[in-house]
């Protein structure tokens, strides 16, 4: 047909082809002959857009409806990955694009690779958020993602001398092919000065915000496509510039220099990623970051909804808001400020309307690491909101106090201000009062977080807690990331499963029981060990052997994780060895990947033990290459998306009531690794649904650690009664690892034998036990072939469509699309 030869939108080689030199010529003023693979990866990527815009007017549509909610998802961080590989999976031009691609005598890996990618989260956070996206985008819910657009996002991780070495992250560099740039969607953000009692013109006493500084938010759209679907979700990241009326003022005075330096101070508060998954107090930018976004974002749904013809006083029947943790929680006051300062509506009505919009994600139990912030710094920056927050603390206490009259430690446990001390603003008290939904990201997160930091909440308003389990994009995670695997499901069970994966990825179970298959299985994998260890020698310079176990640790480098614990294993097999050279060991190969905060010295400083401990190990001869180690330098999506698919072991290994979900856990599961771990987060919904006998499971459950931190919890008895963890902490504390600085890990091993705040030396053996068992496992292949199919067959709820479902009815209360 005409249109598949459409050089503009037209899927066939030869449209493909004819619109990469289009944008060449016309979008990259080059002649073939001197472009450079960056010019020829823009191309693309612009052909590739093109393709979009179709779909992107479907969306417009669907956004002028106003029988259509809309999902407003706010996040400070979105973890995109490359767009390129995504765009022609979800687009369904991949292998026309390559054959394309090759008759200009190129290749398209080239391509693929010359993507900086835009890594504007930290962790689990920002890509859960991604995937969400994709996830709306594929079920046709008009969603808009609102954060960020940070110029420098996470830093790159570099490792020197087993150390880490942050490097910026300049991703815009060489431009960005994917966004649109929306000037005219600017808004004007406010911030510090005073308020101010007036008169409006029909006489009514008011309150006015006179800030002292005023900065501009200027959108760039980016379509994220659905997969082979005539629709697209937009992600909106603003970016902060000054405003020229303030630079005007400035040239009249003639004060030149001032007016660079506001243009210097506005832009600052989009320049960075904060590189920490755990909030510090009282970083002022950080509030800046926060509250400029959510004001961009909620003047910007206020625009569509009056677009759409609508008064205010329906909003919340144009947009459902989702709260992606705290970060973006000073929403619901400035939602207040917008409807009464600025739209002149009753308290009353506004806070009917506030509730019934946002609601409220929860991503961690852990008390240190909720938001607050001190009430001086809050009132300097934000003086209005401060007021705000005020009267809603107020009028919500009024209620607590009905609801259980005389309990005041009831009332000032909940109140959104922190009395006690250095008094301060509880973020996730704001984001719970006015949440008309609270949810946890696990089952068990968030059973503990209604019995433990949000369990007030829970007493007065039961029913706003509801689960919503994370979940992962089958298109990235499999068809992208693991075309082999895709493959191969492909030729046993078609392509349903791609996008209805809950009920057809179970097909495949009854195929464990076949010879033939799992062979093929096993070549898939084997394949895919291959490559990454093509990957790990170009890297860092490791052979490492595709035969033996791929054990894989992925994730950010925190304490409660415990890479630490997974160390100490390879050091006891290590001591095993030692002792016996000539012992019959599961060779494997252990892989690490991970950054660490740039403050958290601890971090760091087991980034530097995984190495040391790496460089001793892979070098000594006794070993014989039966135990590698290799820490993946900078693990980001795009290494994800090479790391999962050649992973056999997963290690999800946190201290019970620490993770509250994971998502890496079930992206290697997909990927067919069994997983050791622990019952928490997803992990027991994971063991649950793979099969307990399909799952290794080890160590303390979250009762038991709290029984035992009840009981007195002694680390050193637990070193001094176990022979072979006294070994491998002596081996460590000898300088055995760091003969060029033998103390080097005094503070990591004191730390685990006196305080030992995640409970390493308590889960220790039945972790060696847990691992034993998996190395006897692994020598029998059928066996372990047939478990890794059944892992696979058995995550259908783990898609992310099952979890934005389940926000679709649970809490946004929408049903078209879906
Ligand atoms: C306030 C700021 C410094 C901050 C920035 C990022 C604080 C926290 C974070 C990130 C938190 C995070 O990534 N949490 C993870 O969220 C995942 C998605 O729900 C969970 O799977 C994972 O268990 C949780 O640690």
Do not use: C, I
């Given at each position: 047909p005409a249109t598949e030869n459409d050089a503009r939108s037209g899927n066939s080689v030869a449209a493909i082809r004819k619109s990469i030199l289009d944008h060449i010529h016309f979008s990259q003023a080059r002649l073939p002959v001197m472009a450079t693979c960056n010019d020829w990866y823009v191309a693309l990527a612009y052909t590739v857009r093109d393709r979009m815009f179709g779909h992107w007017m479907n969306v417009v549509q669907a956004i002028a409806d106003p029988q259509r909610k809309i999902v407003g998802y706010l996040s400070a961080e979105f973890l995109m990955g490359p767009h390129l590989g995504n765009a022609l999976i979800n687009l369904g031009i991949h292998d026309n694009t390559r054959a394309a691609v090759a008759q200009l005598g190129l290749n398209l890996d080239d391509l693929l690779a010359q993507e900086e990618e835009p890594g504007l989260g930290n962790g689990g956070l920002g890509r859960l958020a991604a995937c969400y996206m994709d996830s709306l985008a594929t079920l046709g819910v008009p969603a808009l993602g609102y954060g960020i657009r940070y110029e420098f996002g996470i830093f790159s991780q570099e490792i020197r001398d087993g150390r880490q070495v942050e490097k910026t992250d300049k991703w815009l560099r060489l431009g960005n092919p994917w966004e649109i740039h929306r000037p005219e969607l600017s808004c004007t953000v406010n911030f510090g000065g005073r308020t101010e009692w007036f008169h409006d013109e029909r006489g009514r006493l008011r309150i006015r915000w006179i800030p002292n500084r005023v900065i501009k938010g200027v959108p760039y759209d980016t379509p994220i496509p659905a997969f082979r679907k005539d629709f697209i979700g937009i992600l909106r990241l603003w970016k902060s510039e000054a405003v020229e009326s303030f630079d005007f003022q400035a040239f009249n005075v003639g004060d030149y220099y001032k007016a660079v330096d506001e243009k210097v101070v506005s832009e600052t508060?989009?320049?960075?990623?904060?590189?920490?998954?755990e909030p510090e107090i009282g970083k002022t930018l950080r509030l800046a970051q926060q509250y400029f976004f959510v004001s961009c974002a909620l003047q910007d749904m206020i625009r569509v909804h009056l677009i759409r013809g609508k008064a205010l006083d329906t909003f919340h029947e144009s947009f459902a808001v989702q709260l992606n943790d705290t970060h973006p929680a000073i929403a619901v006051a400035e939602l207040m400020r917008l409807l009464v300062?600025?739209?002149?509506?009753?308290w009353c009505e506004a806070w009917t309307i506030t509730r019934n919009v946002f609601s409220y994600t929860n991503h961690t139990l852990l008390s240190e690491a909720l938001e607050k912030w001190p009430l001086p710094f809050f009132g300097h920056l934000l003086p209005r909101h401060l007021e705000i927050i005020y009267e809603i603390n107020h009028r919500f206490l009024e209620e607590v106090r009905r609801h259980a009259p005389g309990d005041d430690g009831l009332a000032s446990r909940l109140s959104i201000i922190d009395e006690g001390g250095q008094k301060s603003i509880r973020m996730a008290h704001l984001a719970s009062v006015a949440g008309h939904r609270i949810n946890g990201v696990a089952e068990l997160h968030t059973k503990l977080l209604s019995r433990t930091v949000l369990r007030d909440f829970h007493a007065i308003y039961p029913d706003r807690f509801v689960n919503v389990t994370n979940g992962v994009t089958?298109?990235?995670?499999?068809?992208l990331s693991n075309p082999k695997l895709a493959g191969l499901l492909e030729s046993a069970i078609g392509d349903r499963w791609i996008c209805r994966f809950e009920e057809e990825i179970e097909k495949i179970a009854p195929l464990a029981d076949d010879p033939a298959f799992r062979n093929h299985w096993r070549e898939v994998k084997r394949g895919n060990k291959a490559d990454l260890a093509g990957l790990i020698h170009e890297r860092t310079g490791n052979t490492v052997d595709p035969d033996t176990l791929f054990d894989v640790q992925v994730k950010r480098i925190h304490e409660y994780k415990r890479q630490h614990l997974n160390v100490l294993h390879i050091v006891t097999l290590y001591n095993r060895i030692r002792r016996n050279p000539n012992l019959d060991i599961t060779p494997r190969t252990f892989i690490f990947g991970g950054k660490a905060a740039p403050g958290y010295a601890m971090a760091k400083l087991i980034i530097k033990l995984i190495n040391d401990v790496g460089a001793v190990v892979n070098r000594d001869p006794d070993v014989a290459g039966r135990l590698k180690v290799v820490f993946f330098p900078n693990f980001n999506v795009k290494n994800g998306q090479m790391i999962y698919p050649a992973a056999e072991l997963s290690e999800q290994i946190s201290?019970?009531?620490?993770?509250?979900?994971?998502?890496g856990n079930m992206k290697f599961s997909m990927n067919g690794a069994l997983t050791i771990g622990t019952l928490d987060g997803a992990n027991v919904e994971i063991r649950e649904a793979v099969g307990p006998e399909n799952f290794f499971l080890f160590g303390l459950t979250v009762d038991q650690v709290n029984d035992l931190w009840g009981r007195g919890y002694n680390p050193r008895r637990y070193y001094e009664e176990n022979a072979q963890l006294r070994e491998a902490v002596d081996l460590l504390y000898s300088g055995h690892f760091s003969p060029d600085h033998q103390a080097r890990f005094v503070p990591l091993l004191d730390t685990l034998l006196n305080h030992d705040p995640y409970m390493l030396l308590a889960d220790y053996q039945a972790y060696i036990d847990c691992q034993d068992q998996i190395a006897a496992a692994y020598r029998d292949q059928e066996h372990w072939t047939r478990i890794s199919i059944l892992n696979v067959a058995r995550m259908?709820?783990?898609?992310?469509d099952r979890s934005i479902r389940e926000y679709c009815k649970d809490i946004w209360r929408i049903r078209q699309g879906v």
């Open positions: 508060v989009s320049k960075v990623l904060y590189p920490n998954d300062d600025e739209h002149d509506m009753d089958p298109r990235r995670w499999m068809v201290t019970a009531g620490k993770e509250a979900s994971g998502t259908g709820r783990f898609s992310s």
